[in-house]
């Protein structure tokens, strides 16, 4: 029997996680567009930013394979390359671009999205 390492659990893993969960999404960084499969989390800010209270706004997080063959590493990213997707089940795909990476490991990467 062979053991694995930790990041090969957690790369295995993401592939499970995107089957279950996942959105077919196009991930354009303006050479080789590619397919790929996200978690797409719809989040609502708080709104609470002193002194003034603001309206609150609609923040777009996804969640892909950190692998520059399926989804999007972080060698790769790159702030305002294009993602094509939808902003939550159900919706119709539109563009999305890429913001900040919000956390990573060897498996998933975060990613804001505008």
Do not use: C, W
């Not at 399926?70 to 790159?78: D, K, L, N, P, R």
């Amino acid at each position: 029997m062979t053991l694995k390492t930790f990041d090969e659990i957690l790369q295995d893993d993401a592939d499970i996680l995107l089957d279950v969960f996942g959105e077919v999404g196009v991930y354009r960084p303006g050479v080789l567009d590619r397919e790929i499969q996200a978690i797409v989390r719809y989040v609502i800010d708080d709104g609470q930013v002193a002194p003034v209270v603001r309206h609150r706004s609609p923040v777009v997080n996804i969640k892909v394979a950190n692998n520059s063959t399926t989804g999007i590493s972080a060698e790769e990213f790159v702030q305002g390359h294009v993602i094509n997707m939808p902003p939550r089940k159900g919706a119709d795909p539109r563009d999305f671009s890429l913001a900040r990476i919000l956390k990573q490991d060897a498996g998933m990467i975060t990613i804001e999205v505008h």
